[in-house]
């Protein structure tokens, strides 16, 4: 971006075996085909991801990552609900 401000996000993955797994990244669709290829966390190497579940936008890394980890916090029917509501933002 010309201001040098970058738009952070917090995505949400359905990964094999039906876990999900969530990160952040300024850019989710690079990241998801790092997951994909086993490159980066641990868990997607052992876990590769299906598709992305949701993304939602933040103005800093800072914010993202507290969002992400009230997301890591919720239990698994409230995450997927937090994907369906980030998919009609």
Wanted: proline share 1%; hydrophobic share 35%; with cysteine.
């Amino acid at each position: 971006m010309s201001d040098g401000s970058q738009s952070w996000f917090l995505y949400l993955l359905e990964c094999e075996n039906g876990y999900l797994y969530s990160g952040i990244s300024t850019d989710v669709e690079r990241r998801f085909l790092h997951h994909q290829q086993g490159k980066g966390a641990k868990f997607t190497r052992i876990n590769r991801p299906l598709r992305i579940l949701g993304v939602e936008s933040h103005k800093s890394r800072s914010s993202a990552s507290v969002a992400e980890a009230k997301l890591k916090k919720m239990v698994r029917t409230k995450k997927l609900a937090w994907a369906a509501a980030a998919l009609k933002r």
